[in-house]
Nanobody, 114 residues
């Protein structure tokens, strides 16, 4: 069973920042494209930020300029730095690893509220 272990969620005020982390097994981290998705109540799960080929990245339009995806190859960890958070960013955030199949983390709640 592949485990993607997320951490870093929580409650933050509008305009604040959070950093999410996702630790993956080494083989998965090296071979699979890593990324972040989110799902708000009553909505479909949506892409937030992902690594595509090599070090290229792709972001949802709603988070461009505010969120940054990065990785630490020595720690087999991918990060999502979220700045200038808005109430509409409230969701459960999921780490994702994809190749010909996909793996998901358990999700971490991010709540943006005053």
């Amino acid at each position: 069973q592949v485990q993607l272990v997320e951490s870093g969620g929580g409650l933050v005020q509008p305009g604040g920042s959070l950093r999410l982390s996702c630790a993956a097994p080494g083989t998965i981290f090296r071979l699979y494209a890593m990324g972040w998705y989110r799902q708000a109540p009553g909505k479909l799960r949506e892409l937030v930020a992902v690594f595509t080929s090599g070090s290229s990245t792709n972001y949802a339009d709603s988070v461009k300029g505010r969120f940054t995806i990065s990785r630490d190859n020595a720690k087999n960890t991918v990060y999502l730095q979220m700045n200038s958070l808005k109430p509409e960013d409230t969701a459960v955030y999921y780490c994702n690893a994809r190749l010909t199949n996909m793996y998901w983390g358990q999700g971490t709640q991010v709540t943006v509220s005053s």
